[in-house]
């Protein structure tokens, strides 16, 4: 790590820059193409970061690179929150991009308030959510892939203890790594467990932005499928089945505020849940038991 940079050891994401551009490559069998920066877009409204400026960053054998991505559209509310969950992390081998949809109110200006830690953010239209989620993919360089959307936030140190099980077990294959979820409801309350017992404990076992996906997983199986607009996500988890390994974690990763499109839209999800189920199982359950089979599918599955 003799090349490397530091800009300010306040935030995570500028203590291990380098000018040398890293060889970043699709999948094995070519499942897609990445880019230090997204080709020309005629909707393009700006972009920028570190990238732009000639900083990048890369892996090492003590210290593999994690890369962020956060989508975003009209996020001015909560984006900064969550864009000051990953800088202010202790682990110090991040990349963050940050994929905005063109957003009318003062979400890039909040962006280009942090735009000397972030890695490269851009502007401009795309084809929804799943279309947004591998534009950020296709621009990662890391080891590691996590997604954090502009609603929610990370806890303290979340990415040490990732990191932490990707070298203790010596995942260098695709693998999944996730831990618990925080619920905060649209009021603001945070929905945890406490010791005078005023709140309930609400605590999801499985949700997207406590999940990271090794770059190895999307080479194998590829990126989201654009065809669904709430369970991509899940999808996309059901392709590794069969050959993935998944580690659980019992530490609080990141916390997940009440009122996302999968809250706004729930009838739509389930009816997608339950292609997913057909396409992954042969057949069509109740909701509940899509749950049942996935949840029976990681008690067997994962690691601890």
Request: proline residues 2%; glycine residues 8%; contains cysteine.
């Amino acid at each position: 790590m003799s090349d490397f940079v530091c800009l300010d050891d306040d935030f995570s994401t500028v203590k291990l820059l380098s000018k040398v551009k890293p060889n970043i490559a699709g999948g094995n069998e070519e499942t897609f193409e990445s880019f230090l920066l997204l080709p020309e877009n005629k909707t393009r409204v700006a972009e920028g970061g570190l990238r732009t400026k000639g900083y990048f960053k890369h892996s090492y054998s003590d210290k593999p690179l994690i890369s962020i991505v956060t989508i975003v559209y009209n996020g001015q509310e909560y984006i900064e929150q969550t864009i000051l969950s990953v800088l202010n992390q202790s682990y110090d081998n991040v990349e963050y991009i940050i994929i905005d949809g063109g957003s009318k109110d003062d979400t890039l200006s909040i962006i280009k308030k942090y735009a000397d830690g972030i890695d490269y953010w851009v502007s401009e239209s795309d084809e929804g959510i799943s279309d947004a989620f591998n534009k950020g993919i296709r621009c990662c360089s890391g080891e590691i892939i996590g997604f954090i959307n502009a609603d929610d936030y990370y806890e303290e140190n979340s990415f040490s203890c990732i990191i932490n099980a990707y070298i203790k077990r010596k995942l260098n294959s695709p693998c999944v790594i996730y831990g618990k979820t925080n619920k905060v409801t649209i009021d603001g309350i945070k929905q945890v467990k406490n010791d005078n017992k005023l709140g309930w404990c609400v605590c999801v076992p499985f949700s997207f932005c406590s999940s990271f996906h090794s770059m190895s997983y999307y080479k194998k199986f590829g990126l989201y499928n654009i065809t669904f607009k709430i369970g991509m996500d899940v999808e996309l988890l059901m392709r590794g089945l069969r050959s993935a390994t998944y580690v659980e974690l019992d530490s609080f990763i990141a916390t997940q505020r009440n009122g996302g499109i999968s809250d706004k839209l729930r009838l739509a999800g389930y009816k997608e849940y339950r292609e997913i189920s057909k396409n992954h199982f042969g057949y069509i359950p109740s909701y509940f038991g899509y749950l049942l089979k996935t949840a029976v599918f990681y008690k067997n599955k994962v690691l601890r």
